[in-house]
Structure formats: structure tokens, C-alpha cells
């Protein structure tokens, strides 16, 4: 199985939304938001870091891959 990576653009994406929502979630206050607003920052902050997105992946898998 080939995993693919994504490129910049989208990196830097995953990597601005995470921060936006990290944001967020320090306004509210940390001890105050649901544990559940931790996945995306941390999911986004992966694809950020390594260019692997496990989303992506698991769409292309279920899916098919899109021309």
C-alpha cells in the first residue's frame, strides 16, 4: 500500500487550523472545553509535522482514489 504525502499548501493549512482551534480552545479556557476539541488540533497538528493525513488516508481507502 503507497501512503501519500501532502503538500505544502495543505500542510500549512492543517497547521493554521489547528492553531485557530488551539486558539479557541484557550480563550474558553482548557479546563472548561470539551476533550473532544483535542482531536482536530492534534490530528491537524500531525498532518502538519509529518504530511501524513490519517482523514485523507481513510477517505482514499474507503473511497477509491479521485482523478
Same mark, same amino acid.
Given at each position: 500500500?503507497?501512503?501519500? #504525502?501532502?503538500? %505544502?499548501?495543505?500542510? =500549512? =493549512? *492543517? !497547521?493554521?487550523?489547528?492553531?485557530?482551534? !488551539?486558539?479557541?480552545?484557550? !480563550?474558553?479556557? =482548557?479546563? /472548561? /472545553?470539551?476533550?473532544? !476539541?483535542?482531536?482536530?488540533?492534534?490530528? *491537524? %497538528? =500531525?498532518?502538519?509535522?509529518?504530511? *501524513?493525513?490519517?482523514?485523507?488516508?481513510? %477517505? #482514499?481507502?474507503?473511497?477509491? #482514489?479521485? %482523478?
Amino acid at each position: 500500500m503507497k501512503i501519500d #504525502k501532502i503538500n %505544502s499548501p495543505m500542510r =500549512f =493549512f *492543517f !497547521l493554521v487550523a489547528a492553531a485557530v482551534i !488551539l486558539t479557541g480552545i484557550w !480563550l474558553t479556557g =482548557f479546563e /472548561v /472545553v470539551h476533550w473532544l !476539541l483535542y482531536i482536530p488540533v492534534i490530528f *491537524f %497538528s =500531525f498532518a502538519a509535522a509529518t504530511g *501524513f493525513c490519517p482523514g485523507m488516508h481513510l %477517505s #482514499k481507502m474507503l473511497f477509491g #482514489k479521485h %482523478s
